[in-house]
Structures are given as structure tokens and as C-alpha cells.
């Protein structure tokens, strides 16, 4: 992650240099993120969770009550998110194998976050079930 300069903004207000910068988008998921009226996108976390910015209002405004996870940093982000949203009592499934987490010697944080999601998510998939189910409840358009 710091290889590709994501925590590498000075300032969240300030966009210039943002595009392209290794904090921005991923560019193979903007045309998902972007070009929808089904994504929210809220203010910056400041460490690991939600608690100090707008995720859970962003999310009541628009009256959701059921959250997906996946994401970088699987033992400390997407898994501080699912403890805060659980907590403020969203229902909350983790895509297990869209996660990632680092690994050092005698640590692995994927090990980790998968015990924990196992433990404390309403439930866990894997992409591929993830998939189906959407599918199947035709969520998940077909391109």
C-alpha cells in the first residue's frame, strides 16, 4: 500500500494531484464506483474505522440496514468497519477471499481477520457465492 502512495495525500479537501495518485480509485473499479447511483462515498476514515466520519450517516440517509465488506488491509480496516457497523447495528458480510491483510514473519493479519470474520460477520462469503447470490437475485447486473 505505501508502494503505490495511497496514504499519500496532503490534504482530503484539496484534490490537486489526487487523480492518478495512488490515493485516488483503483482504475480497473472507477467505472463501478463512479458511474453509479449505487455507491456512497463518504469522507476519509482517520485510522482503522468509521467512527470519525460519515459512513453510518450516509448509510441511515439512504435508509441501508445490510453492508458488504472487502478491502485492503483485512485485520485493521475492513475489519474495524464491520465491528462498528455491527455495533451500530447494521447487518454486515464480509467477502473473505476480497479482503487482504500483511503478513510478516510469526504474524499473519489474513489468518487473523478471517478468525475474526468467522466469528463477529452476519455472515461470510466468497466471491464466487457472492456472485451467485446476487445474480440470482438479479442485484448484479450481467455485462
Known amino acids: 500500500m505505501h508502494n503505490i502512495n495511497m496514504f499519500d495525500r496532503e490534504d482530503q479537501l ?4 489526487f487523480e ?10 472507477k467505472p463501478y464506483i463512479m458511474n453509479t447511483d449505487k455507491v ?12 470519525n466520519n460519515d459512513l453510518v450517516l450516509q448509510l441511515r440517509k439512504q435508509k441501508i440496514d445490510k453492508v458488504i465488506l472487502g478491502g485492503m488491509s483485512g485485520n485493521l480496516c475492513v475489519e474495524s468497519h464491520m465491528r462498528e457497523l455491527l455495533e451500530c447495528g447494521f447487518e454486515v458480510a464480509v467477502v473473505g477471499d476480497a479482503t487482504a491483510s500483511a503478513k510478516l514473519p510469526h504474524l499473519d493479519g489474513d489468518q487473523a481477520a478471517q478468525t475474526n470474520y468467522a466469528m ?3 455472515e461470510v462469503y466468497t466471491t464466487n457465492e457472492l456472485e ?7 442485484i448484479l447486473a450481467e455485462e
Open 40 to 51: 456512497t462515498i463518504c469522507s476519509p476514515h482517520k485510522v482503522f474505522g468509521p467512527e
Open 14 to 17: 484539496n484534490l490537486d494531484g
Open 120 to 122: 463477529m460477520a452476519s
Open 132 to 138: 451467485e447470490i446476487l445474480e440470482a437475485r438479479q
Open 20 to 29: 492518478g495518485s495512488g490515493a485516488d480509485w483503483l482504475n480497473q473499479y
